[in-house]
């Protein structure tokens, strides 16, 4: 058996299942680096996804995301600053309430800024797997116009090739003939 009589039948079958899967890259036996660049990424976009998740998760449970509340843990008086405080004296001064006040402010500034950082890492890693799946899908899917052109062009090389065989097979039965 001859390997080039074999090809054109592995190539016919290839380009169906290429076609049928709209697959380009099916195995590592269709382009072994192409596979191997493949799989890689796709492991480095189900990373960003599983990173995605976490920080939305991480958002939705943060004291200031979700819509929830902030609250301090310890808000009272003492924490604050301002148990002792006395405004019925002449002695009163407003620069402990405004102590009281920059810490809250401190506080839900620095909860903000969290969250804010939060959601950075999520949008980051949303579009970091929205792009690595779309370079991923220049690698392997299949350009259906020019696998269906390679099928009709290893089609038409296929009935050629078996012309050229019956045509080879006539003219040695007509030698043959010719000899006896």
Known sequence: MKVGAVSPQNSLFRTYSQLSSGKRINSAKDDAAGFAIASRMRMQETGYKVGTDNAGMAVATSPSGGGMHIQMENSTLEAL???????TSKDFSLDSIDKAL?????RRSSLGASTNALQHTQNFNNSAAINQLSSRSRLEDLDFPKAIAKKKQDEVFGQYRMAM???QMDEKRKSAAALF
């Open 102 to 106: 920059d810490m809250v402010s401190e």
């Open 81 to 87: 600053g301002i148990a002792d405080l006395d405004v």
């Open 165 to 167: 065989l019956r045509r």
